[in-house]
């Protein structure tokens, strides 16, 4: 069975590499769906995973100078207390019965589903947003708003280890307009790691990580990311974009029904 979870690391991390996003909208479904592990460990052991592959593509993009830190700083003033507060709630809670793991199983399908229009729909939100100038944030709104978005971020990845991904970078897009893409890509992944640590030790405390399976997962998403980086100058982003989302708006079906 190692094998079969080695081999799932290695598509996600090849899926990951090529379109930026998908890690735990994907990871976590199939653990779930697929596996049959329980929301609670799937999300804890996918948190842990996030946070050391994400680790890896900060060292990368910050060593071309990809990564925004003032907006870093702000995203993590609101998620990172978001984070610890939704670990305390879970704690608090006790053992975890069947009412909290279907809440937890469907704020997974919720979240996959905001993916799927953030990758849907990204581009129609940023021309509306230059088409009514007015709307964009600037100043203390600006760095008011950022804060609020981090803490929203912060609950939906601790409590479905989805939404650092593409949903956080859509939203990162719309109050930061004239970053670049590889900017929006860089800041979105540094914010994610010690927003993942936080929530991946939240979950070690809990007891809801498998070092098993993370440990088998890692061995295939490595060397699938980096494969996927490299493939990814080949393929059009435009297909491999619409197939992630055709397999994520079928998952969260699957996970909300």
Known sequence: MS???????????????LTGVGGGSLMTPLLTLLFGFSPATAVGTDLAFASITKGFGTIAHRAHGHVQWQVVRRLCLGSLPAALAAILVLKSAGELNAQWLHAIRVTIGVSVLLTVLSLLFRKQMLAWLERNPRFQLEGRAQ??????????????????????????????????????PAEVAGTDIAYAVPLTAVAGLGHVWLGTVDWNLLLALLVGSIPGIWLGARLSRALPERLVRAALATTLTLV????VS
């Not at 094998?3 to 590499?17: D, K, N, P, R």
């Not at 008011?144 to 956080?168: D, R």
């Not at 969260?252 to 996970?255: C, R, S, V, Y």
């Open 3 to 17: 094998l079969a979870y080695t081999v799932s690391g290695l598509l996600v991390g090849l899926l990951v590499g």
């Open 252 to 255: 969260a079906i699957k996970l």
């Open 143 to 180: 760095v008011v708003a950022t804060v609020i978005v981090g803490a929203v971020i912060g609950v939906l990845v601790t409590v479905s280890s989805i939404g650092a991904g593409a949903v956080g970078a859509t939203l990162i897009l719309l109050l930061y307009p004239h970053m670049k």
